[in-house]
């Protein structure tokens, strides 16, 4: 493998440290640019074990030097700036020192029998990414997000899913016609009707509808649903957070396959 190659950038008006700074901080930025930012160890080895390539590594000046034996060849070029500079790009209260930059994957066409979440305008990007890693973790590998969800390559969705990104085919600003082109029965949560989890016969593959935060699924998608599913809740909260409530529906659905 060739070197990598090595650029020092001591400026804050260089015209790539103002766009890495967009990308960092503005949670839409990704789509004008075409590339997303992950910062931290933790997720730039998540996307190397799942094949990534990142196109522009991007460290802190004192960082460097401690980078280079396990970094080094990791992107095709290590982009380097002062520490200053790092920390007034990042978002992050405790910038971590380094990060990737990746390109932005092609959009997917939705495949219609694939088992899939369908998120319906998920506004917050904790929840957001915590339904991507349990969507991973149980086998649901599409992910549909309708118009009002939040972005799925933003910052925080990106630090929330924790590298579930690059095991899913994600897909967003649907609308809620779009999932007509899915062929496998839509499932959604509802706090007061619907079979119990614990006793429903599950299909698979299928889709799980998880709704917003304070609205639920929306009336258009509900009607499209060949199930409700309540889930039992011994201890009298009436309703769940809708990441956890996601965890459990798909676990559900990944044991009974």
């Given at each position: 493998?060739?070197?990598?190659?090595?650029?020092?950038?001591?400026?804050?008006?260089?015209?790539?440290?103002?766009?890495?700074?967009?990308?960092?901080?503005?949670?839409?930025?990704?789509?004008?640019?075409?590339?997303?930012?992950?910062?931290?160890?933790?997720?730039?080895?998540?996307?190397?074990?799942?094949?990534?390539?990142?196109?522009?590594?991007?460290?802190?000046?004192?960082?460097?030097?401690?980078?280079q034996?396990?970094?080094?060849?990791?992107?095709?070029?290590?982009?380097?700036?002062a520490?200053?500079?790092?920390?007034?790009?990042?978002?992050?209260?405790?910038?971590?020192?380094?990060?990737?930059?990746?390109?932005?994957?092609?959009?997917?066409a939705?495949?219609?029998?694939?088992?899939?979440?369908?998120l319906?305008?998920?506004?917050?990007?904790?929840?957001?990414?915590?339904?991507?890693?349990?969507?991973?973790?149980?086998g649901?590998?599409?992910?549909?997000?309708?118009?009002?969800?939040?972005?799925l390559w933003?910052?925080?969705v990106?630090?929330?899913?924790?590298?579930?990104?690059?095991?899913?085919?994600?897909?967003?600003?649907?609308?809620?016609?779009?999932?007509?082109?899915?062929?496998?029965?839509?499932?959604?949560?509802?706090?007061?009707?619907?079979?119990?989890?614990?006793?429903?016969?599950l299909?698979?593959?299928?889709?799980?509808?998880?709704?917003?935060?304070?609205?639920?699924?929306?009336?258009?998608?509900?009607?499209?649903?060949?199930?409700?599913?309540?889930?039992a809740q011994?201890?009298?909260?009436?309703?769940?957070?809708?990441?956890?409530a996601?965890?459990?529906?798909?676990h559900?659905?990944?044991?009974?396959r």
């Amino acid at each position: 493998m060739a070197s990598a190659s090595v650029t020092s950038i001591q400026s804050r008006d260089n015209a790539f440290v103002k766009d890495l700074r967009r990308l960092a901080q503005d949670t839409t930025a990704y789509r004008k640019q075409g590339r997303v930012w992950l910062e931290g160890d933790h997720l730039c080895r998540a996307a190397l074990e799942r094949g990534q390539r990142p196109a522009i590594a991007v460290f802190s000046e004192s960082f460097w030097p401690l980078a280079q034996a396990d970094w080094a060849q990791a992107a095709m070029k290590n982009i380097v700036l002062a520490d200053a500079q790092f920390a007034d790009v990042s978002a992050l209260e405790s910038p971590a020192r380094m990060g990737f930059i990746l390109d932005l994957p092609a959009p997917a066409a939705l495949r219609a029998y694939a088992a899939t979440v369908v998120l319906d305008r998920v506004q917050d990007a904790g929840n957001v990414g915590s339904i991507l890693r349990s969507a991973s973790a149980f086998g649901f590998r599409q992910v549909a997000a309708i118009k009002g969800s939040a972005a799925l390559w933003s910052p925080k969705v990106l630090r929330a899913g924790m590298g579930a990104h690059f095991g899913l085919e994600l897909i967003e600003g649907l609308e809620v016609q779009d999932l007509d082109a899915l062929h496998v029965p839509l499932l959604v949560t509802h706090v007061h009707e619907g079979d119990w989890l614990h006793r429903a016969a599950l299909p698979w593959p299928c889709a799980w509808v998880l709704g917003h935060e304070g609205q639920g699924v929306s009336p258009a998608l509900e009607a499209r649903a060949a199930l409700r599913i309540r889930i039992a809740q011994p201890g009298g909260e009436e309703s769940l957070n809708v990441a956890a409530a996601a965890a459990i529906c798909l676990h559900a659905s990944g044991a009974s396959r």
